[in-house]
């Protein structure tokens, strides 16, 4: 059977006159649009311009849940009791279903933001609080959780589908987890570079770290760019190159997940 | 046929430490509750709690959408297109179903909140711009609308569920409009005067106005109050004088709406 | 004597990650800088930056209050009373001087923002309200106010100095109001052009309107644009072209006024 | 010569229409107030309002500046870096100056709110990094630190002019650390226990542990409560207390600090 894989993006980062990111050079890449939804970015325009947009171009929709820290971009860490956090994210899954009625689409799966993200990686209270705000709101929705995490471990103990995700421009460390940003090199810049780890990881299943230690790991989606023209252009290669292996790229909600 | 009648409060007005109202009190007194969504007052945990409290006490449940502007608590008139208006308004529907999903809740109604209100019941085009979202949503929510207002003429036109809103504790000009706060005496504290009032209002499906001029006009739902300790006073004396008078207290989800 | 003029641009009006404008650039042409307060745009670094930039380049700083409203940036009209404007200012005019003790320099000229602006140049209750926070604080700060608006009327009411401020890139009506941007050509956008006209408003001390009309008009201040890379082109050209014609551009600091 | 010591209180954290705390019945009771500045909690109404009352009734003003999370009343943890901290600090000295201009009167103190008070207290740059802030704006605001904390360290090495805080409602450990409000029984209630424990706080310039151990500690500033009508009852038995003890109870401004 051929490999497939999902290409998934964040999106809809604008705010106001704020702009933010090319979405739409990424939604003619991608399969999964993560969608800001107001409290780190976004706002109820602009979730609705990128809600229409990729149900033009058969893009899946996701939410991209972040804490509500419009100045700090949610890359900063909040010390949120778990019970605030897990109804912020509610919150937040319930504007976008709104928004995406306007498309007749479905918010089909969720990928926290920034410091959420980083949290929920390392500490299962923070992913099972974001798991069970999912599982309330619709148990069908997709947790993309970064491979081996903790969030891993929440979407498998709430029994809600999972997406394993992995990154194109980062180093890993030996024990899988991703280079710190403070060492040199540790985000990749060059397309063909990028382009020729991204395929070696999803045809042969499997990481190499910086010390050349081959780590197996399933990918199930890949985390693209499009902060700057550069980023546009590695994810554009990231896709060439699957496809010119055979790879298939899809939206989450035609990948068998499991 | 006996008369009914359906009584609706804002609730959920509270912003983290920040209280505001006694919902407890006023849920044991209405039917139905509208519901802050974060813009000019509420927080996620704030909605959570009045989702499920209101399902404990069998009390149906609303959105009420308002300006961003917690500092104004959505009191002040702000100038936006339309446009954006209803995408606003779609966001709060949104967050509120997303919440609602604790209580195997649906959202059966929307009531706008403050300068929202008084703008839509001014302007057909604010009315309608809110009227899309609900519709767009979910086609089967109610649209409470101040009687004989531009809200009202939006939800025929767009074939929405109408409730026809009164107010019990408010002077009527002669025209049906509500008397400026600024005459003195425009809103009434008396729970005997106000009660006696209402129990008219619902029997005869007429209005008093400050002159004494009968005006018919047909009230689904009365809007109490919870602000201070003597607006609850009242709407517990509103609540039993229509039920000593025959007069059936229903959520808005078992009236016969037409 | 040689005429004078000032050259005055918005700047500081970034928010985070979120970018707007060309602030760099601006600095090398005009001569003072009106600071977003965090209200409709800016924040605390971004204040920093633009201060310390400003006291290098030699251009003198000043307040750019506007509306709380960072998703509408301050363009949508909001409906406050004049004591909460009034306090909302001040705030905004002590903020930016704490940010200048890091460079040691004064605030020395207020301009509002946006729908702050127009509302206080149509309304003279509001063009007072602004007008007592800067007489409050500091009565010397220079109010730049559209020449023969409300503002002026304000400044000239409570003593506070004043600077008439005109449009490099705007027709104007023949009573001397800018013409509405949506009539088409009101707002010039060819640099030779926008340089002709305001060469010829500062050495003859008139405003051209549309049809014709020749107004007499003292100008202090010129108001340019960095929002587009055109506008950049212009403002630079403006100031050429002034030089050229023997005008001497200066700060609002170093301006004779009155 | 007579001891002294000055009680010091949070104030004007009300919000547009949420209320909190009793600033009134405090501002008879202490001798400086600690004023919010929109970040954590207040406006520029109330500030204006705190302001004007204090000068009322000879209570000097401090600057009480929080995270900029108004949701979570500046109570949670956010990890930003240092620079954004220090001018987010300097923004809000800033701010309470430009209200102070209404009453005539200078900003005197500052002391962290909630969480920044917490992390400044045990980590030495963000204690710097408010302490630069203060420096930069007016060298002689007295900093409000926990005595015996990283705050009272920053200060000294800045050369800022120093008043250490004591607890009227706390228990202390043995290492003269705050008991954790975790343990029962770590917040006082008692108006008695509570006067009798500052008095000999004051008296003796010693802390007792919760476990008995006496530690020398010179307190200048007890921090009182107004959030409940219990504090205020403490907060009025603490003041005549030491009045009754012969302490003077005076403002910052007035204390003989070093």
Redesign the interface.
């Known amino acids: 059977m051929a490999k497939q894989v999902n290409l998934n993006a964040d999106m809809g980062e604008c705010?106001?006159?704020?702009?933010?990111g090319d979405d739409d050079a990424l939604l003619d890449i991608i399969g999964s649009a993560s969608i800001a939804c107001?409290f780190h970015a976004g706002?109820?325009?602009t979730?609705?311009k990128v809600v229409m947009r990729a149900k033009e171009k058969g893009v899946s929709i996701g939410v991209h849940p972040g804490f509500?820290?419009?100045?700090?971009?949610g890359r900063?860490?909040?010390?949120?009791n778990t019970?605030?956090l897990e109804?912020?994210v509610?919150?937040?899954?319930?504007?976008?279903?709104?928004?995406a009625?306007?498309a007749g689409m479905k918010v089909t799966h969720l990928k926290p933001h920034g410091?959420l993200n980083n949290m929920a990686a390392e500490d299962i209270e923070i992913a099972l609080a974001i798991g069970r705000a999912m599982k309330?709101?619709?148990r069908k929705i997709i947790y993309v959780a970064l491979a081996g995490s903790e969030m891993e471990a929440a979407a498998i103990k709430l029994e809600l589908p999972l997406a394993r995700e992995g990154f194109c421009d980062r180093l890993y460390d030996d024990d899988g987890n991703l280079t710190s940003r403070k060492i040199p090199g540790a985000v990749l810049h060059d397309p063909e570079e990028i382009k020729n780890r991204v395929v070696n990881m999803v045809l042969n299943e499997e990481i190499v770290s910086r010390n050349g230690k081959r780590l197996p790991r399933k990918i199930d989606s890949l985390c693209v760019h499009g902060d700057e023209p550069t980023a546009v252009t590695a994810a554009r290669a990231v896709r060439r190159g699957l496809e010119a292996a055979g790879v298939k790229v899809l939206p989450l909600t035609e990948m068998k997940l499991g």
């Open positions: 705010f106001g006159v704020f702009k933010i107001g706002d109820p325009n979730m609705h509500n820290d419009l100045w700090g971009f900063r860490r909040i010390d949120m019970r605030d109804y912020m509610a919150y937040q899954i319930g504007a976008l279903q709104g928004m009625a306007y410091s309330t709101i619709d």
